[in-house]
């Protein structure tokens, strides 16, 4: 996980990226992947986007309960549509939906493991 910083606002999120399953390799795949991004807008509320990739086409769905979120993601979607298109991807498919998000396990790191480190991101 890591903090998302909004002026003086941290909000905690996951970040969950897919990557090929074979045994021999667990690599990402730029070109067909899956990334899941939560963030705890406050401890019982979350919001989740979740964007799929295949080749140069994606599709996206976001999931939040409180309704002004879901309306702020729907006026945002010409933006994003124009964003993406400039760097030549076609949004394909969106989902906005009313739901509570099905919250990513808490990381463990076993005794002695690698520590993890946190990442800043501002918006």
Do not use: C
Request: glycine content about 8%; aromatic content about 4%.
């Amino acid at each position: 996980g890591f903090t998302l910083r909004d002026g003086s606002k941290h909000f905690s999120a996951r970040l969950k990226v897919a990557h090929e399953a074979r045994a021999e390799s667990s690599k990402i795949n730029p070109a067909y992947t899956r990334l899941i991004l939560q963030v705890d807008l406050s401890p019982d509320e979350t919001v989740e986007v979740d964007l799929s990739l295949v080749g140069k086409q994606i599709r996206a769905a976001m999931v939040a309960e409180d309704a002004a979120w879901r309306k702020a993601a729907q006026e945002e979607l010409p933006s994003l549509e124009e964003a993406l298109g400039g760097l030549g991807y076609l949004l394909d498919d969106v989902q906005i939906g009313a739901g509570k998000p099905h919250l990513f396990e808490k990381i463990q790191i076993p005794a002695g493991g690698t520590p993890l480190l946190t990442v800043n991101i501002e918006v």
